[in-house]
């Protein structure tokens, strides 16, 4: 993961939906073009992250998993 995060969210032992909200939140209050990176244990965070990039018209730019966590980069449309 080697693009310019303007934000990190660090949702680890949040369930649904609330990894999703705190990245709704959180692209609310960057800039468009900007990244923003998530942390998440969830497993239905995968399948939730890319529904709400394609409802929200968001670009889900990488998925990785570390150390036992979901990383997800996300640039804001």
């Known amino acids: 993961m080697s693009h310019a995060?303007?934000?990190?969210?660090?949702?680890?032992?949040?369930?649904?939906?609330?990894?999703?909200?705190?990245?709704?939140?959180?692209?609310?209050?960057v800039e468009s073009g900007d990244v923003v990176k998530m942390v998440a244990t969830d497993p239905g965070s995968v399948k939730d992250?890319?529904?709400f990039c394609t409802q929200t018209g968001n670009e889900l730019i990488e998925t990785?998993?570390?150390?036992?966590?979901?990383?997800f980069l996300v640039k804001k449309g």
């Open 5 to 29: 995060v303007a934000q990190e969210v660090d949702a680890r032992g949040l369930n649904c939906p609330l990894p999703i909200l705190r990245m709704k939140k959180a692209m609310g209050s």
């Open 49 to 51: 992250m890319e529904a």
């Open 64 to 71: 990785a998993e570390e150390s036992g966590a979901f990383a």
